[in-house]
């Protein structure tokens, strides 16, 4: 007796009449002055020491010192350079 093979068939997919499309969302700015950010190593050229330098006195346990200010993007560091001044001219304490 020979074998019988089935074919599953599928109906077709509801495909709706008319898409709604949300308006696109406005563009929000980080920040509201134009200062760019900065990254490790253009914080290190400016201050004429190395980019490691710079990381290790971004950490928290910066021997005794409050670590440099920067903006965290997952792995990623970020300076702006007035944060950084105002911590270089309070000796490595974080201006209020």
Do not use: H
Request: contains cysteine; positive net charge.
């Amino acid at each position: 007796m020979p074998v019988k093979r089935r074919t599953l068939q599928l109906a077709p997919a509801a495909v709706p009449a008319t898409v709604i499309s949300a308006p696109p969302m406005p563009l929000v700015p980080i920040s509201s002055s134009p200062e760019p950010i900065l990254t490790g190593e253009q914080v290190a050229k400016l201050l004429q020491v190395k980019p490691s330098t710079i990381y290790e006195f971004t950490r928290r346990r910066a021997n005794g010192r409050d670590p440099m200010p920067c903006l965290r993007a997952g792995k990623f560091l970020r300076f702006k350079w007035s944060a950084i001044e105002k911590w270089l001219e309070a000796g490595g304490k974080r201006a209020a």
